[in-house]
């Protein structure tokens, strides 16, 4: 059985360690940011980690909780990790709704921290 690649274990870990921490204590999110790094959140754009914490810290519900549909890590040629997620949450007392994350994870100094990061919730028009 094939090892499984070193970009596919920092990326699980990371998607874990990150819904784990935006459902259960959000302020913690900061750790995996760098003042460098820019989020783009249904469309609206922040840059350093400041501003992407104060949006975070704004968003608002009470409670959320995130379930993993499925997650794709590739390696980038910079030695960065690309990581997709698509999933469900449920926030409050809302119906649950589909939503893609995109990750762009970086190794600086033996920690990996999120230098990009995109949401978007699924939602359709079929109208």
């Given at each position: 059985m094939a090892e499984t690649p070193m970009w596919e274990q920092v990326g699980t870990s990371f998607v874990q360690l990150y819904y784990q921490r935006f459902d259960t204590s959000r302020v913690e999110l900061s750790a995996l940011y760098t003042d460098a790094s820019c989020l783009s959140w249904e469309g609206q754009q922040?840059?350093?980690?400041?501003?992407?914490?104060?949006?975070?810290?704004?968003l608002p519900f009470q409670k959320i909780q995130h379930s993993i549909t499925s997650q794709d890590h590739q390696p980038t040629p910079d030695n960065c990790i690309l990581s997709m997620v698509v999933g469900q949450l449920?926030?409050?007392?809302?119906?649950?709704?589909?939503?893609?994350?995109?990750?762009?994870?970086?190794?600086?100094?033996?920690?990996?921290?999120?230098?990009?990061?995109i949401f978007r919730l699924a939602l359709y028009n079929f109208a």
């Open positions: 922040f840059q350093g980690k400041t501003a992407i914490m104060e949006k975070l810290m704004s449920k926030v409050d007392n809302d119906p649950v709704m589909g939503f893609h994350q995109l990750f762009i994870l970086k190794n600086i100094s033996d920690n990996w921290v999120c230098t990009n990061d």
